[in-house]
């Protein structure tokens, strides 16, 4: 090993001479012992021909080697081309041989041709392999990480022969599912069956477990990683091939887990004529433009060539994130569309109404909200305020300036809801819906509709980036209940199906995508833990990494979210989007509604907002009292002096 690091140390001129060199010994070695083992004699080394086919052969045959670039492949990571290489080397070498000796009269049988050029490359293929396995081994001891890769097939293979070289990992063995690959060696690697794999995992110490199906569906990818989670190893996956044909990505480039390959939920190519329908060359605003949705809508609505996109959001900082990241986007991928940053609160119905009329918007996306169940319910009168005057005033204005179109990013919280955030979401549709009714009777109207969906993944709020964070710092995981569930989907696909949906709309429509199946938030967490290589910490296995403790629910939360309201619900031209059509006021008895809404938030009146709530036609079942901080506070100091006067008398 210390010579091999010598010559490993030599400079790249250096390498190739000796190689030269070597190969120059091996075609001497190879001539002579073809003779030799043709004819059992040596009395042809004194014929001067035979000599001088040797040297003439010998300097063609390095030559051809140059040509074909054996010189210039680097031992490490030395390939099978490489071998390809010394073959027709040698049959090219072997074609000289007896094309001399037939020209000089045939100094040697015919037959030595064939067997030198086997000789040939034996000697120059096999030695080559051989210092390459040293070489391998040799990184090999270095590295730290045992690994076994899922997935014998054609990823795997690829990640298998970057991974011999990056000094990191070392690959024992493949894993796959695939009943003829078992029991075979690829790439000299064994192939196990995954409940056969244990084993290997004990006696190599085996820390990682390298996900490398990058074409699987995602439905196919949730049940290997089931299979998976029960192993005590971390998983990490390799990008997706799409990403990696669009040289977006690298095989090698390992990561965690997406929580999408979790939940099993394989995406629905949108419908490109949906996409462009609202929005090519037409002048778009998204309120909320820097929050979770709205910054993915952003950046969907950009790729479909709008003549304009207006970036509305009170958030300084939002807005500039989001503003740099779209010009980027616009410069890479050489787009024409204006960017308008714009701040503002959609409580500004004027601010509102002259920036629309200003640029004359066609297509407006209201995804401006307070969506934290548990801080709306600590600020009920803001909540009210931004939810729904904030949309109201919107949509009125929106009106006002003619716009074609109004699509409302709604919740399923607004469907039988239990605290105020998702009432006063419930409330927003209802405005929708009686300015819809006025609307459909113009010519020429606003489309008003609303798209009702659950949680998306890696939003601002979301559970998942929380769980991650709390398995990094060592636990315990906390969930508020064991049996709570939550639909989710991931940001892209939402805004996707957000732009679709709005396409559909004809006039106070309520859409509702498909969530899947409702994932039960207990089960997601151990996921995570065990992906993560990790024991979940409980009484069955007190030695357990990581704990998940229940922190019970939070106000206004419930265990089991909906997504409809009434069972009238229909399929569209979409497989993902269904419409819904559920009871509604009229526009006057909604402005009533309000208008008295509006007194009891002036005065702070939280019984009032309360009773209001609960006498609005949106099934408002709340789980637990008023929960505004300041109404509390000041609702504890007169219950103070309240006690104290009695006292006193």
């Not at 120059?124 to 590295?143: E, I, W």
């Not at 300041?630 to 009695?646: E, G, M, R, S, T």
Request: aromatic share 8%; charged share 20%.
């Amino acid at each position: 090993m210390q010579r091999l690091q010598f010559l490993w140390q030599l400079s790249r001129t250096n390498k190739r001479i000796v190689s030269v060199l070597v190969d120059t010994v091996l075609i001497f070695l190879a001539f002579h012992l073809a003779i030799l083992v043709r004819s059992g004699e040596t009395n042809y080394f004194s014929y001067p021909a035979v000599w001088g086919i040797q040297v003439v052969v010998t300097l063609i045959t390095v030559v051809v080697f140059a040509r074909l670039g054996l010189y210039r492949a680097v031992l490490r990571y030395l390939t099978f081309q490489a071998l390809f290489v010394v073959t027709a080397g040698a049959v090219v070498s072997a074609t000289v041989v007896a094309a001399l000796s037939f020209y000089m009269s045939d100094p040697f049988p015919r037959t030595v041709p064939i067997i030198y050029g086997a000789f040939l490359a034996l000697f120059c293929g096999g030695p080559r392999v051989v210092v390459r396995s040293l070489v391998a081994q040799s990184y090999a001891n270095n590295q730290n990480k045992e690994v076994l890769i899922y997935g014998a097939g054609s990823g795997g293979r690829q990640l298998a022969m970057a991974l011999r070289s990056s000094g990191e990992y070392r690959v024992r063995a493949f894993v796959d599912g695939d009943p003829t690959l078992c029991n075979t060696m690829i790439l000299g690697l064994p192939v196990f069956a995954i409940e056969d794999v244990m084993p290997v995992i004990n006696k190599y110490d085996i820390s990682q477990i390298l996900l490398a199906v990058p074409s699987a569906k995602r439905s196919r990818r949730k049940l290997i990683l089931d299979d998976l989670a029960k192993l005590p190893v971390e998983v990490l996956t390799v990008p997706d091939m799409t990403d990696i044909v669009s040289g977006k990505a690298k095989i090698d480039e390992l990561k965690d887990v997406a929580i999408e390959d979790l939940l099993g939920r394989d995406p629905v190519a949108p419908q490109q004529v949906l996409l462009e329908a609202n929005i090519k060359d037409k002048v778009v605003m998204v309120t909320g433009a820097g929050g979770s949705i709205g910054s993915e809508l952003c950046r969907q609505i950009v790729e479909q060539n709008p003549t304009a996109i207006i970036l509305f959001e009170l958030s300084e900082f939002g807005l500039y994130q989001i503003d740099r990241e779209l010009n980027l986007l616009k410069q890479q991928k050489g787009l024409s569309c204006d960017i308008i940053p714009l701040l503002g609160s959609v409580q500004r119905q004027h601010r509102l109404e002259t920036i629309m009329a200003s640029f004359k918007v066609q297509t407006v996306y209201h995804a401006a909200a307070y969506k934290h169940v548990p801080l709306v319910e600590y600020n009920v009168i803001e909540g009210v305020r931004n939810n729904v005057y904030g949309t109201y005033y919107t949509a009125t204005a929106a009106i006002k300036a003619g716009v074609e179109s109004f699509v409302l990013i709604s919740t399923d919280k607004a469907v039988r809801p239990t605290n105020v955030m998702g009432t006063t979401k419930r409330m927003a549709e209802l405005g929708l819906q009686a300015l819809a009714e006025q609307e459909n009777e113009k010519a020429n109207g606003t489309r008003f509709c609303m798209v009702r969906f659950g949680n998306v993944l890696g939003s601002s709020g979301s559970v998942i980036p929380l769980f991650k964070k709390q398995i990094a710092a060592g636990g315990p995981v906390t969930v508020t209940h064991p049996d709570i569930t939550r639909y989710f989907m991931t940001i892209p696909e939402a805004a996707q199906l957000v732009i679709q949906a709005g396409a559909m709309g004809k006039g106070g429509d309520v859409f509702v995508l498909d969530m899947g199946e409702s994932v039960k938030i207990t089960d997601l967490a151990r996921n995570l833990i065990q992906l993560s290589g990790l024991e979940v910490k409980a009484e069955t296995n007190p030695y357990g990494d990581i704990e998940i403790q229940f922190a019970g629910l939070r106000p206004g939360e419930k265990l089991y979210e909906e997504l409809l309201i009434g069972d009238n619900v229909k399929q569209t031209a979409h497989e993902r989007i269904m419409t819904a059509h559920e009871v509604h006021l009229s526009l006057s008895d909604y402005e009533s509604l309000i208008n008295e809404l509006d007194l009891a938030c002036h005065g702070m009146d939280h019984e009032k907002i309360r009773s209001l709530l609960l006498s609005a036609p949106t099934g408002f079942n709340p789980t637990d009292g008023i929960g505004d901080l300041v109404w509390k506070h000041n609702h504890i100091d007169d219950d103070v002096i309240n006690i104290h006067q009695a006292v006193n008398e």
